[in-house]
């Protein structure tokens, strides 16, 4: 992937995904939602995914997979979530860096995700200290999710104004087209790292910065 540079001078907000992104959680989730599919006599998740809205949350997907067993379903899902993410868990190399190269700038780090809130704070502190994020934002917590604007414009409430939001000030960082597109319904600048979750990466936007790893992102900050 030829260097790519990006311009700090007028940053104020970075705005990141959790799963995939920061967390490499897929590993847990993967391995939670198995154990419910088998129980429900329904194929694996990589064939049952094939019915997701893209739209919408994984969690919020449940009731296109198990219909009105849905809420008891998540319910397991969690349980089995929360008992097994710690060992499962990680995160990926040059997220620190990164993090800790915006704080220095004392650009404000936010965390944006559709993930249920009590997932999220269960395992945010395997990775993190809490203290390195200036917000975090999880799931049905904004009007709407990613990829809807109002995530977004909910995140940055007390920080920016919706009008001084612009590519030079605001970025969101994510690994899918969700991501990308509530950075552009507010006209953020949408960073894409690696591969959607999913693999439902769609084609290639000009609008979008893309990096193959944090790593590549890492280095066009510091260059």
């Known amino acids: 992937m030829p260097e790519t540079k990006l311009s700090l001078a007028k940053l104020k907000a ?16 993967v391995y939670a939602v198995n154990k419910v599919l088998e129980e429900y006599g329904l194929p694996d ?16 997907n449940f009731p296109r997979i198990f219909g009105n067993k849905a809420g008891e379903a998540y319910d397991k899902y969690s349980k089995i979530y929360l008992k097994n993410v710690a060992r499962l868990i990680s995160t990926f190399e040059g997220v620190s860096d990164v993090l800790k190269f915006l704080r220095k700038k004392q650009i404000k780090i936010i965390i944006m995700t559709n993930k ?9 502190p395997l990775l993190f200290e809490a203290e390195m994020f200036d917000r975090i934002v999880a799931g049905h917590e904004a009007p709407r999710d990613k990829p809807y604007g109002e995530h977004a414009l909910y995140a940055l409430q007390g920080i920016m104004a919706p009008e001084e939001i612009n590519p030079d000030t605001v970025w969101v960082v994510g690994d899918s087209p969700q991501d990308s597109s509530c950075a552009m319904a507010v006209r953020a600048r949408p960073i894409r790292i ?3 979750i999913w693999g439902d990466d769609g084609d290639k936007c000009p609008d979008i910065v893309y990096f193959d790893t944090f790593c590549d992102f890492y280095k066009a900050l510091i260059s």
């Open 14 to 29: 970075v705005l990141f995904d959790w799963d995939n992104t920061l967390a490499e959680s897929r590993t847990p989730l």
């Open 45 to 60: 998740w990589n064939v049952v995914k094939q019915r997701r809205d893209n739209n919408l949350s994984f969690r919020d």
């Open 116 to 124: 249920d809130r009590r997932l999220l704070d269960f395992e945010l």
């Open 194 to 196: 690696g591969k959607p």
